[in-house]
């Protein structure tokens, strides 16, 4: 997928130094409009993925989201009934706002005979996560969550 490999190209490497944080560059639309176009201009790809990531969907849910270098992102683990029905329902959409005004910007930026591919996580993914508050090879926290606690599972996952 041209959204990751994009990450090994130089001019990526230098908007990431740049950013400061993985989170800043999402988060900053000059940047995310930046990432997003760099493939397009090296390989006149007829498509742009946007630079995103699914972690913004918990963000924006009120949880805290944090990058550990060399290990990966971080959340506080749903990993009780309790926990999980005591997430929010409700996407804050203004904490999204940075996202939205990247894709607008990208949208002026290309050309209107390329296409332009949203980014997101499927629920389960995004859910493995919220679960295990990391990523996991066998997504196992988040299956047992679902197959102990069906009901707090399920309330969590309607978001």
Same mark, same amino acid.
């Given at each position: 997928?041209m959204r990751?490999? =994009?990450?090994y190209?130089p001019e990526?490497?230098q908007s990431?130094? #740049?950013?400061g944080s993985?989170?800043?560059?999402?988060?900053t /639309?000059e940047?995310a409009?930046?990432? *997003?176009l760099? /493939?397009?201009?090296?390989f006149?790809?007829?498509?742009?993925?946007n630079?995103s990531?699914?972690l913004?969907i918990?963000y924006?849910? @009120?949880?805290?989201?944090?990058?550990?270098?060399?290990? @990966? $992102?971080?959340l506080? /683990?749903?990993? *009780? $009934?309790? #926990?999980a029905r005591?997430?929010?329902?409700?996407?804050?959409?203004? #904490?999204?706002?940075p996202i939205?005004?990247?894709l607008?910007?990208v949208r002026?930026e290309?050309? $209107?005979t390329?296409?332009?591919i =949203?980014?997101c996580g499927?629920p389960?993914?995004? !859910?493995t996560?919220?679960v295990? =508050?990391q @990523? *996991?090879l066998d &997504?196992?926290?988040?299956?047992?969550? !679902?197959? &102990?606690?069906p009901?707090a599972?399920?309330?969590?996952s *309607?978001c």
């Open positions: 997928m990751q490999a =994009g990450r190209l990526y490497r990431r130094a #740049k950013a993985f989170f800043d560059l999402c988060f /639309p940047y409009t930046e990432v *997003t760099q /493939p397009i201009r090296r006149n790809f007829d498509a742009a993925i630079f990531d699914i913004v918990p924006a849910l @009120g949880r805290e989201v944090r990058f550990e270098v060399g290990e @990966g $992102p971080r506080d /683990p749903l990993d *009780t $009934p309790e #926990k005591a997430l929010s329902t409700q996407v804050d959409f203004v #904490k999204l706002e939205y005004e990247a607008r910007r002026r290309l050309d $209107p390329t296409a332009l =949203g980014f499927a389960w993914t995004v !859910a996560y919220m295990a =508050g @990523g *996991t &997504q196992a926290p988040a299956r047992m969550m !679902a197959y &102990q606690h009901d599972f399920a309330a969590s *309607t």
